[in-house]
C-alpha cells in the first residue's frame, strides 16, 4: 500500500488512522526511509524499476528497464496493481482527473503495456471484490486530491480554451472570482505559483460541484494580477457550466447553486495546505 504527502507525526500515533497504526506497531516501523525525488514520479519508479527514471510528471513512457513486474512473472507468481480512481480495469493512458497516472508506474513498463498483464491493472474499487478469491501481490496507489499538491496539474477533464478558434458550448455559464492575497507576496519569487494556483482553484471549483451534485461541469481559469504585477491583488477567474452532466443518470442538470462560504472555507484550506507543502518540499522560495 503507497500513500503520500502526510508527515511521519501526522500519521504515527494518529488516533484517526488506528488501523494502519495498528500493523504499525504489530509488524514493523523503518524510521530512517525517506523520499529519493520531488515530485512523486521518481519515488514510484524507485520502488519498482530501482531507480529514478524522471523527475517529470508528464513522462510518457515507455520504461523497459527491469522492473517488479518482470521478476514476479520470471519467478511464477501473480500480481496485481489496485489504483484510487481508475477509469476501468487495463487501463494504462493518461491523466483523467483525479486518476494520475504519474501515482501508477505500472503504467509505464513495457512488460505490462499491449500485453495481457495490462489487466492486472485495476481499480481500487475492485479490491474488496477479489481479495476474498486469491492471495495476490498487491499495490494500493492513491488518486490526485486537492491535498496531494503541488504536484497537482491541469486535468484533461477540465475545459481549457486552447486554441483562438475552440467554442464554448451553447450552454449558460456563471462566473465566480477567488481571491488569495497570501500569494501577494510569494509570487514575484516563485511565478510557477500562479499556474498552481488556477489549478487548484478548478479542482476545488470541481471538488466542491461533485460533492454537493454528484455532477460533473465545464471549467476555465483565467489568473488575474493587477496591471503587469505579480505581487498585486492575485485572484482568479472561473467560468463554470450553470449546469452539469450526472453521469450515473445520463442527463443534465440544468441548475447549479453555489455556496460562498462553503467554497471560501474549501478554497482557504486548499490553499493553506498547498503552500505548507510546498514550503516543506523546498518548491516556494521565501523571503519571510
Not at 524510521?31 to 520531488?38: L, P
Not at 511464477?76 to 489504483?83: E, L, P
Not at 477540465?158 to 472570482?177: C, F, K, N
Not at 498585486?232 to 440544468?254: D, P
Request: charged share 20%; hydrophobic share 40%; glycine share 6%.
Amino acid at each position: 500500500m503507497v500513500e503520500e504527502n502526510h508527515s511521519y507525526s501526522e500519521v504515527i500515533g494518529n488516533p484517526g488512522m488506528p488501523y494502519l497504526n495498528s500493523l504499525a506497531t504489530k509488524y514493523g516501523l523503518d524510521t530512517q526511509y525517506f523520499a529519493n525525488a520531488h515530485p512523486s514520479i521518481g519515488n514510484y519508479f524507485v520502488l519498482t524499476p530501482d531507480r529514478i527514471q524522471t523527475g517529470d510528471e508528464r513522462f510518457p513512457g515507455p520504461i523497459s528497464d527491469d522492473n517488479i513486474v518482470r521478476e514476479l512473472v520470471k519467478s511464477g507468481k501473480t500480481w496485481r496493481t489496485y489504483a484510487e480512481s481508475l477509469p476501468n480495469i487495463g487501463y494504462t493512458g493518461g491523466d483523467v482527473f483525479p486518476y494520475e497516472k504519474g501515482h501508477h508506474p505500472f503504467a509505464y513498463f513495457s512488460d505490462v503495456l499491449s500485453t495481457t498483464q495490462a489487466n492486472n491493472i485495476m481499480p481500487f474499487s475492485q479490491l474488496s471484490a477479489r481479495s476474498t478469491l486469491q492471495k495476490r501481490r498487491k499495490i494500493r496507489l492513491p488518486h490526485l486530491q486537492v491535498s496531494s499538491l503541488p504536484q497537482l496539474r491541469v486535468s484533461r477533464d477540465l475545459l481549457w480554451l486552447r486554441e483562438p478558434s475552440a467554442a464554448l458550448p451553447d450552454i449558460a455559464y456563471a462566473g465566480l472570482v477567488l481571491r488569495c492575497q497570501v500569494f501577494c507576496g510569494l509570487s514575484l519569487e516563485n511565478r510557477h505559483l500562479l499556474h498552481d494556483l488556477a489549478t487548484l482553484g478548478a479542482a476545488v471549483i470541481e471538488q466542491w460541484v461533485k460533492n454537493k451534485y454528484g455532477v460533473r461541469l465545464l471549467i476555465m481559469v483565467v489568473p488575474h494580477t493587477f496591471g503587469g504585477y505579480l505581487n498585486f491583488n492575485c485572484h482568479l477567474h472561473i467560468l463554470v457550466s450553470a449546469g452539469g452532466l450526472k453521469e450515473s443518470e445520463g442527463r443534465w442538470i440544468a441548475a447549479l447553486w453555489f455556496n460562498k462560504q462553503e467554497i471560501m472555507e474549501m478554497w482557504r484550506d486548499a490553499v493553506i495546505t498547498y503552500l505548507r507543502l510546498a514550503l516543506k518540499a523546498l518548491a516556494c522560495i521565501t523571503k519571510l
